[in-house]
């Protein structure tokens, strides 16, 4: 069965009408990107989709500020207010109503809980958003909470406490990783390798909690979750190298326990739908260690979709209802991306 709001509003694309006009109208789609930010390769993997399957989609882009990269790469671009402004979601509203948006893409965590929790408002007016339910959105914001989810349903990961409890213990192993548990990007973790160390960065690093230092391979997985709140398809990518917290050289790895592992937790977390990101270590002895999940598209994303795991065709065939062939592990292994910087050009009159 069917559920959700994206599932119930589904655009139609057959011949229900008299004429062709109904069915080009039906498949009129305007994918709106919030916080669009860099997310360039993102918005080229949706255009070249939608091209594919001869959708005729247009792209419209959020973002506070006027100097960023992919929102002028979009076919309309919105300044709006930041998202703790009480008059954001009003905003998106009006967007997609005026621009008949029928799918919403956010890019980060900045505004995830305010679509969570809008969801219904977006659906009423035909515009199906990918995010998970409010309280996935919440485990996900809090690292305390992801913990205690993990290790509540079975899945490996490192052990967490508050500082203080890390303090009061007599004995540690160390170094320890400190980080906020409402943090994002990587920002505010350090690793500590004795008391003094942690004292100093726990004053430092605001919300700080105290995990157990894992030695390991870093991995992320591109989890595709579609309409129906299934599973299809995982993507593990190996990160080689980190620059402000996404990926800049990344490898695709085919290994069959995070990719089960990885469709499980999603499954018992209930998120979806379209990518969630996971984060985790494989350790030298090959144990899988999950140390984040983000309800949204990861930044190296386009790896997976590269890869063959078309993340972009899949969401148009789902919203459009059109019949979809995804086979769990459909992609390539060992494809490699290197980033580099790119420019585009904007001429001030």
Same mark, same amino acid.
């Given at each position: 069965?069917?559920?959700?709001?994206?599932?119930?509003?589904?655009?139609?694309?057959? #011949?229900?009408?008299?004429?062709?006009?109904? $069915?080009?109208?039906?498949?009129? +789609?305007?994918? @709106?990107?919030?916080?669009?930010?860099?997310?360039?390769?993102?918005?080229?993997?949706?255009?070249?989709?939608?091209?594919h399957l001869k959708v005729n989609a247009s792209?419209?882009?959020?973002?506070?500020?006027?100097?960023?990269?992919?929102?002028?790469?979009?076919?309309?671009?919105?300044?709006?207010?930041?998202?703790?402004?009480?008059?954001?979601?009003?905003?998106? %509203?009006? !967007?997609?109503?005026?621009n008949r948006v029928k799918l919403l893409v956010?890019?980060?965590? %900045?505004?995830?809980? +305010? @679509? *969570?929790?809008?969801? *219904?408002?977006?659906?009423?007016?035909?515009?199906?958003? =990918?995010?998970?339910?409010?309280? +996935?959105?919440?485990?996900?914001?809090?690292?305390?909470?992801?913990?205690?989810? @993990?290790?509540?349903?079975?899945?490996?990961?490192?052990?967490?406490?508050?500082?203080?409890? *890390? @303090?009061?213990?007599?004995?540690?192993?160390?170094?320890?990783?400190?980080? /906020?548990?409402?943090?994002?990007?990587?920002?505010?973790?350090?690793?500590?390798?004795?008391?003094?160390?942690?004292?100093?960065?726990?004053?430092?690093? &605001?919300?700080? !909690?105290?995990?157990?230092?894992?030695?390991?391979?870093?991995?992320?997985?591109?989890?595709?979750?579609?309409?129906?709140?299934?599973?299809?398809?995982?993507?593990?990518?190996? $990160?080689?190298?980190?620059?402000?917290?996404?990926?800049?050289?990344?490898?695709?790895?085919?290994? /069959?326990? !995070? #990719?089960?592992?990885?469709?499980?937790?999603?499954?018992?977390?209930?998120?979806?739908?379209?990518?969630?990101?996971?984060?985790?270590?494989?350790?030298?002895?090959?144990?899988?260690?999950?140390?984040? !999940?983000? &309800?949204?598209?990861?930044?190296?994303?386009?790896?997976?979709?590269?890869?063959?795991?078309?993340?972009?065709?899949?969401?148009?065939?789902?919203?459009?209802?059109?019949?979809?062939?995804?086979?769990?592990?459909?992609?390539?292994?060992?494809?490699? #991306? =290197?980033?580099?910087?790119?420019?585009?050009?904007?001429?001030?009159?």
């Open positions: 069965m069917i559920t959700g709001f994206c599932a119930s509003n589904r655009v139609g694309n057959s #011949m229900t009408g008299s004429n062709m006009q109904k $069915r080009k109208a039906s498949n009129r +789609v305007g994918v @709106l990107f919030t916080c669009i930010g860099r997310r360039v390769s993102l918005l080229n993997g949706f255009r070249r989709a939608a091209g792209f419209f882009g959020t973002d506070t500020t006027e100097y960023s990269s992919a929102l002028q790469l979009c076919d309309k671009a919105f300044l709006v207010k930041p998202v703790t402004h009480p008059g954001y979601t009003g905003e998106l %509203l009006n !967007i997609v109503k005026t956010p890019t980060v965590d %900045l505004d995830l809980k +305010v @679509l *969570a929790e809008n969801k *219904a408002k977006f659906a009423a007016i035909g515009c199906c958003v =990918l995010i998970s339910p409010p309280n +996935v959105v919440d485990i996900c914001q809090d690292k305390r909470k992801t913990y205690r989810f @993990l290790r509540k349903n079975g899945f490996d990961t490192p052990v967490t406490i508050s500082v203080a409890s *890390a @303090l009061s213990k007599k004995k540690l192993n160390w170094p320890r990783f400190l980080k /906020p548990w409402d943090g994002s990007a990587s920002r505010g973790n350090a690793v500590v390798n004795n008391r003094k160390e942690m004292l100093f960065f726990a004053k430092r690093i &605001p919300n700080a !909690i105290c995990q157990e230092f894992i030695k390991g391979t870093e991995h992320t997985c591109d989890v595709y979750v579609d309409f129906s709140m299934k599973v299809r398809c995982v993507v593990p990518r190996k $990160r080689i190298e980190v620059r402000a917290g996404e990926v800049s050289k990344g490898q695709v790895v085919k290994h /069959p326990d !995070i #990719m089960g592992q990885s469709a499980r937790l999603v499954e018992t977390l209930g998120a979806g739908p379209g990518v969630i990101t996971l984060q985790l270590f494989l350790t030298q002895d090959d144990k899988v260690k999950f140390i984040e !999940i983000n &309800p949204r598209f990861g930044g190296g994303a386009p790896l997976a979709i590269k890869a063959g795991a078309n993340f972009p065709k899949w969401i148009f065939q789902d919203l459009l209802g059109r019949k979809i062939n995804i086979r769990f592990d459909a992609f390539k292994d060992n494809l490699i #991306m =290197l980033r580099y910087d790119g420019e585009v050009w904007v001429q001030k009159p």
